[in-house]
């Protein structure tokens, strides 16, 4: 069965960096593309950025883009998000999500039928 396990969230000041990793099993890792999402209290879920299965293409939000960047290790099966310049406002739960098809890259989370349990980043001041 599908499974992704995320990592490495914790508490840093803003200004600082954080990378999250994502392990996943139960599928043929490069052939899907994997999103990040987070969810801050009493806001909703919303998209953070997606890397696809081969690694070339990708999408961010504009809240993250220049600050976020996500990779990936198709012989580790673990796709990471590097979080840096951090803001109080990047205080969420991340999740790592895939697609119910393959090949897809989409923003979209209604698209997505897998996802972690999530980790907890907080930003303090």
């Known amino acids: 069965q599908v499974q992704l396990v995320e990592s490495g969230g914790g508490l840093v000041q803003a200004g600082g960096s954080l990378t999250l990793s994502c392990a996943a099993s139960g599928f043929t890792f490069n052939n899907y593309a994997l999103g990040w999402f987070r969810q801050a209290p009493g806001k909703k879920r919303e998209f953070v950025g997606a890397l696809s299965g081969g690694g070339s293409s990708s999408a961010y939000a504009d809240s993250v883009k220049g600050r976020f960047t996500i990779t990936r290790d198709n012989a580790k099966n673990t796709v990471y998000v590097q979080m840096n310049n951090l803001k109080v406002g990047d205080t969420a739960v991340y999740y790592c999500?895939?697609?119910?098809?393959?090949?897809?890259?989409?923003?979209?989370?209604?698209?997505?039928?897998?996802w972690g349990h999530g980790t907890q980043v907080t930003v303090s001041s």
């Open positions: 999500a895939r697609p119910r098809v393959e090949y897809t890259l989409t923003r979209s989370q209604s698209r997505y039928g897998y």
